[in-house]
């Protein structure tokens, strides 16, 4: 492979020693740094996603430090750019919301500075898909260090997971079946350290996918936030990617059609969060692979669950990792992956598994012992002429065929003001719907697809209903969501003209999902629906309802989505 000269990188437009480059310099030297610990350097910029309003990456500063100490071992000039922390808890209306905004800041702080290679530090849900989406976008040799998770905890004798544990609870506690007391013990438990959700929810499968993308060093996904490893793998990370820029390797090289359907295959056997249905395609739509919701299925349909981790199974991350990791599950399933692609270490998916090997067969599973067959399904149907999705491995056997009664709720408040109502005319039959929480209608689709069942049935021992919403659900979650309807209901899709009492019907098998109300009769429906007014009248919303794309599109914005190359900025001085 042919080197890199230092006048060939980057940064030389801002640092080369002509005229321009004096302010340049000046401000390097200003900051502290002497020449020789910059001049003539690859300067790699560290987009820190850190911030006080998110206590997933409360260690991410320190992390930071770590890749530093790995850029400068290396030789290289390591620079600190913070950017948009989104924290999944606190960041309302959602997360989702931003997730674009993050991809626009990562992409251009790396293109507005003198950068020659990155190192994204990340893992909070949205955090991971927007870095990359960015770092994609801007196609500089980059590393993904994901966060790690949280530490586990256990409640009365079950392994207690990161939301995933207080869903589990609360049924209980509405049902007077916790005190208030216990409650406390079950908020303290949620998280217990720094670090990121620890069950297969959105963090730990999006980061799972960037490693497997080939983004990340292997087994980085599999550490928990406070194990010495992290660091040492940061450091590593630091070290590697100058290496990478000299060897000029850019995300361009690494992702592929077969490195996306790899992506997908682990997305599956993970039990992993249909969140990651919306931003792998978006990944893919910035990488130019071809990749879609259909593609998806399909996988859905070959891959069995192999890890044993909650929504979909019994265990929690700390215990995944323990028992091997990723690089461990994806050694049980090398017949069903394409081993040639190529990573950020510049081997091969398979070679950078060569080694890992399972040390419990319960909790990573093999191909002919799964915890579950189906993982993901897309439905389609005149209800979701452009699909929708649902985890049947989380929900209820008994409901994968189900036709009942529609009892509509036309907005996240008109949800929260009724679902508890004893006036509610519903059964456990019934099934929920939830619209106009779209990626346009929320706007920015939130995680309201896991609707509450009401306190009614909860009271009568009903633990899952159907539930049928253009929202998204918390990967964290679990229960028979049908989720991402498409088109969304704010747009006119056909979730907007249903009413109370039609007959809905679901069958996962058949990948259906019916709307048992005629032709001439929704015509006569859509004839007299009118848009609801938009949330937003100026600003970040406004600009993300004139742009955002549907569910199965991946919500990423056309004009950042393009490949349209845009030009280096000029320098004048
Ligand atoms: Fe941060 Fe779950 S809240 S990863
Ligand atoms: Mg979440």
């Avoid at 790995?70 to 030789?75: F, K, S």
């Avoid at 260090?145 to 009365?156: D, I, L, S, V």
């Avoid at 080939?214 to 450091?235: F, I, K, T, W, Y």
């Avoid at 004839?527 to 569910?551: E, T, Y």
Wanted: proline share 7%; with cysteine.
């Amino acid at each position: 492979m042919t080197k890199k000269t230092i006048e060939q990188l980057r940064s030389r437009r801002w640092f080369g020693g002509t005229p321009q480059s004096t302010e340049h310099t000046g401000h390097a030297l200003q900051a502290g740094y002497g020449r020789e610990e910059f001049e003539g350097k690859p300067v790699i910029g560290i987009i820190n996603t850190w911030s006080d309003m998110n206590p997933c990456h409360a260690h991410l500063k320190e992390r930071a430090e770590a890749v530093k100490r790995g850029v400068w071992q290396a030789g290289g000039f390591p620079v600190e750019l913070p950017a948009m922390s989104l924290g999944e808890g606190y960041v309302k209306p959602s997360s989702m919301l931003y997730r674009n905004f993050l991809a626009m800041e990562t992409e251009e702080l790396l293109r507005c500075h003198p950068i020659d290679g990155a190192i994204l530090l990340g893992g909070c849900d949205k955090t991971t898909p927007g870095l990359l989406l960015g770092a994609i976008s801007m196609n500089l040799p980059t590393i993904y260090c994901p966060a790690g998770f949280t530490m586990g905890a256990t409640f009365r004798g079950e392994r207690f997971g990161s939301g995933t544990g207080a869903f589990r609870w609360a049924p209980e506690l509405i049902a007077g079946k916790l005190s208030p007391q216990e409650w406390q013990t079950v908020e303290q438990k949620i998280w217990s350290s720094p670090g990121t959700c620890n069950v297969m929810g959105t963090a730990s499968t999006m980061t799972a996918l960037a490693e497997v993308l080939g983004l990340s060093l292997p087994g980085a996904s599999s550490v928990p936030a406070m194990d010495s490893r992290g660091h040492q793998l940061a450091a590593a990370a630091g070290r590697r990617v100058v290496e990478m820029v000299w060897d000029d390797l850019k995300p361009s090289d690494i992702l592929t059609n077969q490195s996306f359907t790899n992506a997908a295959k682990t997305c599956v056997a993970l039990g992993g969060s249909t969140n990651a249905t919306i931003h792998l395609i978006a990944l893919a739509r910035r990488a130019g692979a071809s990749f879609t919701l259909e593609d998806f299925d399909a996988i859905g349909k070959q891959v069995p669950v192999l890890a044993n981790v909650q929504p979909s199974g019994e265990y929690i991350m700390p215990e995944f990792a323990d028992a091997g990791g990723l690089p461990a599950m994806l050694s049980n399933m090398t017949a069903l992956l394409d081993l040639d692609c190529l990573t950020v270490t510049g081997q091969t998916l398979g070679e950078n598994i060569e080694g890992a090997r399972v040390e419990n067969d319960d909790i990573i599973r093999s191909l002919d012992n799964p915890v579950a067959t189906e993982a993901l399904a897309v439905l389609k149907g005149n209800l979701a002429p452009n699909g929708c999705v649902i985890k049947p491995s989380a929900s209820d056997p008994a409901l994968q065929k189900h036709r009942g009664k529609a009892v509509v709720f036309e907005n996240a408040n008109d949800l929260a003001a009724r679902i508890h109502s004893p006036d509610l005319e519903v059964d456990p039959s019934s099934v929920l719907i939830l619209r106009n929480v779209g990626p346009k209608g929320g706007p920015g689709m939130a995680e309201n697809g896991m609707l509450p069942i009401p306190k009614k049935m909860v009271e009568q021992g009903v633990r899952d209903m159907v539930r049928i919403s253009d929202a998204r659900m918390s990967g964290t979650s679990f229960g028979t969501c049908v989720l991402h309807v498409s088109p969304e209901a704010y747009i006119g899709g056909p979730l907007a003209l249903v009413q109370n009492g039609d007959e809905i019907e679901i069958n996962i098998p058949e990948r259906s999902i019916t709307l048992h109300v005629d032709e001439a009769e929704l015509d006569q429906r859509r004839q007299a629906w009118a848009p609801p007014a938009p949330h937003f009248k100026r600003g970040w919303g406004l600009l993300f309802n004139d742009n955002v794309s549907q569910a199965h599109e991946g919500c990423d914005f056309e004009i950042l989505s393009s490949r349209e190359p845009n030009p280096e900025p000029a320098i004048h001085g």
